[in-house]
């Protein structure tokens, strides 16, 4: 069992996590849960994730929320979005972190490395 690094729900309203949307990030993989009577769970391997990029309205800053834009070189999950959680932007740094950490550790070289 992979370990559990990050977990937070979807916050719609205010802030508050009163929604049936779950995001779970482990070392591996990012899961995204949605439903409450049909469910589906989604989930993306970290080496796959290529771009971040967060976004805040202003009413969001106010409540410490943000949306966190992920593009991935993955056929499913090729953009997706994780909605309107706490402290967006500290989230997308830890996420950064364990991507290339993924990736070195299969030794998957990127753009960068190139340069």
């Known amino acids: ?22 995001y779970m990030l482990t070392d591996e993989k990012l ?4 439903g409450i009577l049909s469910r589906r769970q989604e989930e993306i391997r970290l080496y796959r994730i290529t771009d971040f990029s967060v976004t805040q309205k202003f009413f969001e800053r106010i409540f410490g929320v943000g949306n966190i834009h992920i593009s991935s070189s993955d056929n499913m999950q090729g953009e997706f979005t994780i909605f309107k959680v706490k402290r967006p932007y500290e989230i997308k740094e830890v996420l950064s972190d364990m991507v290339e950490k993924e990736r070195e550790k299969k030794g998957i070289v990127t753009n960068e490395f190139l340069k």
């Open 1 to 22: 069992m992979s370990n559990i690094i990050w977990k937070d729900r979807k916050r719609p309203i205010f802030g508050l996590p009163i929604s049936f949307t779950k």
């Open 31 to 34: 899961i995204i849960d949605t």
